[in-house]
């Protein structure tokens, strides 16, 4: 079974309805047993970082998550749930994450042009690190296969764990990947079939 | 690169595809749940539902067939029509839109676009705007197109983007249903300077127009058409295609 974990962030409706598609047994609580018993969590958000990462604090889940992903258990961050997965995001301030994947969350607009829109909103092609084995989530993925992307900051400094990048006038951290530990920038339950094949991928980890 | 966006619209009444569907192969062609289906596996970068009931009845079947559609379609929707309040807001994004477009509703309180932006984000507030040349102005219609606000279009995108607008439909009214193409000088007019992606709408009446509309405002984020693609007038994989050959990036 696959833990949605649910802490009062977003709207989780799409997420578990993606899951259900491609055959996933999933449950969306905020329950820590029901966390512990399951075989695959996932970490959604959207929203601004210091209200989320409060929220799974508050909410004694962060615990949990960590002590989850330690033991080896596959995490999957979606959007914002990605960048709490990092040590540190600077978006209204410097505030801390769960430091499961070494980087720092920063805004968009320090790396790309100026002129570019921000938020980066749309579909965007993910480019896979060259001379890097391919992150297990993507397997069944082409280089250049599209994602949909809503975002005003990104992880950067993720080095050796990029698993992923979009060009956008910059090449921003697309996903990051460490040991069992997952994070998707972009939306997979909003990127068609493309993201369909990520999400089975994630739940068929290990089997 | 970011692709273009290609958005089919589907006007939505009392549950069912208003505004003429002509499909071969769709069994149930007014069907929105199977149009919005057909259009995901076309291709289409978004769905576009458009709410014109009147009724609470209408209300509560255009939510079940958003629940559906969300279901078993992964592509992000866009929800317009009846968005007047915060409320609104929260009923139609808990069952599944991604995006809420409000029209009307911002006309008559602007604050509504600030409210929703600080508590659903920027990116979930679509402002659209039904514009027309009057007296040498670029107008603001509400209603559906059938009242004259007043306002200057110009200064009414850029208030509402200055609000927390995420992103901006520009419909022309003077070009809408006359599939000539898109209104590329009302478009480079009202939002030429907008800092937030920009959805062309009004006009398109063949593939060409969307090479046009890319090629001339490079800006543009995305071309938004309803009958044409209803019509199979134009087909979304064609279309995509034909845009990729002339140097346009698009999802295929």
Known sequence: MTAIIDYGVGNLFSLTCSFKAVGADCVVTGDPNVIRAAEKIVLPGVGAFEDAARKLRQSGLDRVVVEQANLGKPLLGVCLGMQLLFDESHEYGVHKGLGLIPGTVRPIADVIPSGLKIPHIGWNALNFPAGKQRCPIFADLNEGDCVYFVHSYYAAECGENTAATAEYGAPLTAAAWKGSVYGCQFHPEKSGDVGLKILKAFCSLGE | ?252
Request: with cysteine; glycine share 10%; net charge negative.
């Open chain 2, 1 to 252: 690169m970011i692709t273009k966006r290609i958005i089919p619209c589907l006007d939505v009444k009392n549950g069912r595809v208003v505004k003429g569907v002509n499909f071969e192969g769709l069994s149930d062609v007014n069907s929105p749940v199977a149009l919005a289906e057909y259009y995901s596996s076309c291709g289409a970068d978004e769905l576009v539902f458009y709410d014109i009931t009147a009724s609470a009845e209408g209300r509560a079947l255009f939510t079940d067939i958003l629940r559906e559609t969300a279901q078993r379609v992964f592509i992000p929707l866009t929800v317009g029509g009846g968005i007047n309040t915060v409320d609104d807001f929260d009923r139609v994004l808990k069952c599944g839109a991604d995006k809420v477009s409000v029209n009307s509703g911002a006309i008559k309180n602007p604050a509504l676009i600030t409210e929703a932006a600080r508590k659903y984000g920027d990116q979930c507030v679509v402002i659209s705007a039904d514009v027309k040349r009057v007296d040498g102005q670029y107008r603001v219609f509400a209603r559906g197109g059938r009242d004259d606000t007043g306002m200057d279009a110009i200064e009414w995108i850029k208030k509402c983007v200055s609000m927390g607008a995420g992103e901006v439909v520009l419909n022309s009214i003077d070009t809408d249903g006359v599939k000539g193409g898109f209104d590329l000088e009302m478009l480079r007019d009202v939002c030429g300077s907008v800092n937030v992606p920009v959805i062309a709408s009004g006009g398109a009446g063949k593939s060409e127009d969307f090479i046009d509309l890319f090629k001339t405002l490079p800006w543009v984020d995305a071309g938004l058409a309803a009958s044409i693609f209803h019509f199979g007038e134009v087909e979304i994989k064609e279309l995509k295609t034909l845009l990729d050959k002339n140097g346009i990036i698009v999802r295929k």
